[in-house]
Structures are given as C-alpha cells and as structure tokens.
C-alpha cells in the first residue's frame, strides 16, 4: 500500500484510533484487548498488509513502523482522533454540566404554585448562567400575558418599544399577527442580578417557543446589551423551555382544580373567597405601579319580588342569564364575582372613575334589553343599581375600598334604582 493510499484509509476516524493503539505498542496487542469493532478492522488492516499477526499479537506491519513518511502520516492522523476524542469529552462535560443544572433548576421550580412566579424564580436563576437585561414569558392566550424580569437599572424600561420588540419576536415564531393584540402585563419583576455588559438593554435578542399539549403557547425571550447570545446560549434557553413546559402543564392543572373551588356553581363566575383573594393584590400592584383600579359592586333591583312571582328555579335562570349578559360588558382581565344571593362585584383594573362609568351605563343598558320566557308581558325583566369607587390615597386596603362602594350601591337605589352612583 502507498502512502497515499495510507493516507486515504487514517481518514476514517476508526482506522486512525486503531493504528494509533498498535503503533502505541510496537510488539503487538493481544487481540482479547481489542473490541470486537476494532478486531474487524484489524482484518482489513490485514487483508491490506498494513498490520499482521504473529504469536497471538496484532502489530503494524514493519514496513510501515519503520518509514519516517508513514509513521509521521499515522501520528498525525492519531492525534487529530485524540484532538476530536478531547472535544467530545468536553462536550460531554458541558452537556452533562447543563442537564445538572436542568435537574436543580426543575427541581427549584417544582414549588411554584403560579405562573408568575414561575417565570420570575426561572429568570432570577437562570441569570446566572446566561447573562441578560431583560428576560420576558408570554402565554397566547385572548390577550397577550407577558411576565417580565429585568434588571433593577432598567425600572423603566416596559414600555412601548419593548412590546413592539416582543410582538415583532413573536411574529416570527407564529404564522398570525399580534399587531392588535393587546399586551396585558401579568407581572413586572426588577430583581435580576447585576452584570458589567452596558449598552442597548434589548440590542441582542435570544428567544425559544414553550409548546404545551404540542401547540405554541408562548415563549421565552432573554435580551441584552453587549455582545450577542452564544449558540450555547440558544440551547440553554431551548432545553429550559421544554422544563417549563411540563410546570406550565401542572401549574395549570392546579389552577384547574383551584378555579372549581374558586367558581359559583350556578353562574360559572368567580364566588367570594376568590374575590376576598384578588383584591388585596390588584389594590397592591395599582400603587406599585401607580395605575388605576376601580370597583363595582350592584344587585338586581327587587330580586325577592321575582323569586316570590316565578319562583326560585326561575330566579335561578334570571342569575344565570343576568352573569352571561354583564360578562360580554368586561374586558377579560376584569374580575366578575358573585358575592352571594343576588349581589356581586367587578374589579376593574387599570380603569379610572371616569372609564368605570362607562362601563356601568354599558352593563345598565344590556340588563334592561334582558328578558326571560319571550316577548310578551309575561317575560322576566330585571333592572341592577351599581356603586362604584375608584382607589385613592384615602383607601387603606381593601375594607376602606368596599365601603365606599357599598355607599354608593345605597344611595343609588335610595335615589331611584336602575342606576349607578360613584
């Protein structure tokens, strides 16, 4: 065989291992230490008279071993096996250093009981693996809910042009538009940890889609100044999707179970304990953040009447129909609850004293078109008297908030009924 056709055969990697095993022992290797891969490549190097075999040992043939030219050719394809064996080791290493890091992060993540805190613990730790500014979740759902995570320096920075940013990311993940979508802020995080990259705080953008029940359902997207995201980087944050995707599934399925203790039974809405449970922390993220809240509360005008005339199955009906019609009066991030009986609550966040009479004349005109059993005189119409406050400085907590409210329910049906008074 010619050098070069020596040549040929060390580009297999196969080859190249093998030859540099047997150069690696001059007077020959027992064939009980070669695997049985390796044996049937010795009868090839055999068969082509580059090794031969005496005495039970496997050898490179002498004429090769000894040619400057030929061992020169074998070492040098050895040593790029050993080159290529080192990179797979440390890939290896990597890879097994970040499924470690998978399996604790998954592990730390398990305890969350809500999405937001979910994705807020997922960014916080995973900060210190992947460097970023800004790390941002958002679900598709009606609207979209977007969680985001930043850095304590950038207090200001949701604003317009980072939604226009994640829209235009989102876009290129999903065949549909999100142009019109309204964005709805879930949650507004600034306690990531530091680090020296400065710049831009969304010049470089990496992002991964979180699949659940195999749809998109939303995704990932770290941004930072600086210098761009690593393919590794990539792949961290495309393996850390799969893991939320699994506590995204459980999360939900826990609320699932939640909602049916959360829900009245006769109207499919939010009951008390629900209502008592989200208006602690819509009143705290309005002063966090300083924007508006406001509440409603009403009832139906004269409800004893139609139970007493039509009975309690009717009332019943009239409940039903009475929640299906005020519900396509709110926006869906509106809480709509029924306190008891014939009496129920909305908390209307980001909405100002002004916005929430708006809504009140809406919701009053749709009751009065309500009726029940057809056409005629004998149909059940129904009429609602809403008092309504918005959260001031005066308020100090929810109590202060749903008196003022139920004030104002009094005076509107004291002055009249089917009305609102704020």
């Known amino acids: 065989m010619t050098v070069e056709s020596l040549a040929t055969l060390v580009e297999n990697d196969a080859f190249a291992r093998l030859l540099r095993i047997l150069l690696a022992a001059p007077e020959g290797v027992k064939r009980e230490f070669l695997t049985p891969g390796e044996l049937a490549l010795v009868e090839e190097l055999i068969r082509r008279g580059v090794a031969h075999e005496g ?55 398990t305890g969350c009981r809500t999405i937001a805190e979910l994705f807020r613990s997922t ?11 800004v790390g941002c979740a958002v679900m598709l759902e009606q609207n979209l809910d977007m969680y985001v ?126 209502f008592r449970r989200q208006l602690p922390s819509e009143i705290e993220r309005a002063r966090t953040y300083g924007i508006a809240l406001s509440l409603m509360l009403f009832d139906i005008d004269d409800f004893k009447g139609v139970n007493d ?21 709110l926006r869906p991030p509106d809480l709509f609850a029924r306190f008891g009986g014939d009496e129920f609550a909305v908390i209307l966040p980001h909405t100002d004293l002004l916005g929430a009479r708006s809504v009140a004349e809406r919701m009053i005109k749709r009751v009065r078109e309500l009726q029940i059993g057809g056409p005629d005189e004998s149909a059940i119409r129904c009429t609602i008297s809403i008092g309504i406050a918005s959260l001031d400085g005066s308020d100090k907590g929810p109590s202060e908030l749903l008196a003022r409210a139920d004030q104002r329910l009094y005076e509107a049906k004291r002055i009249g009924k089917d009305r609102f008074s704020l």
């Open 149 to 274: 995570s930043k850095l304590p320096r950038h207090e200001e920075l949701v604003s317009d042009r980072l939604v226009e940013a994640v829209r235009k990311a989102l876009g290129a993940q999903v065949s549909a538009s999100f142009a019109s979508t309204d964005v709805i802020i879930r949650g507004d995080f600034s306690d990531l940890p530091e680090h020296d990259l400065s710049g831009d705080p969304i010049e470089h953008q990496v992002q991964a889609v979180l699949l659940l029940e195999n749809r998109i359902a939303g995704a990932l997207l770290l941004y930072r100044s600086g210098r761009p995201f690593s393919s590794q980087e990539q792949r961290i944050l495309e393996l850390l999707a799969n893991q939320i995707a699994i506590l995204l599934g459980n999360i939900r399925a826990n609320e699932q179970i939640q909602n049916l203790a959360d829900t009245d039974d006769l109207t499919g809405i939010w009951n008390k304990r629900a």
């Open 55 to 109: 005495a039970g040992l496997v050898s490179v043939d002498p004429r090769y071993s000894a040619d400057p030219a030929v061992v020169a050719l074998l070492r040098d394809a050895a040593d790029r096996c050993v080159s290529e064996v080192e990179r797979l080791r440390i890939d290896h290493e990597e890879l097994a250093g970040l499924l470690g890091f998978l399996r604790e992060l998954y592990q730390a993540l």
């Open 309 to 329: 005339r039509y009975g309690h199955m009717m009332g019943d009906v009239l409940l039903s129909e009475l929640c299906g019609t005020v519900r396509e009066t």
């Open 123 to 133: 960014f916080r730790r995973v900060a210190g693996t992947v460097p970023f500014d």
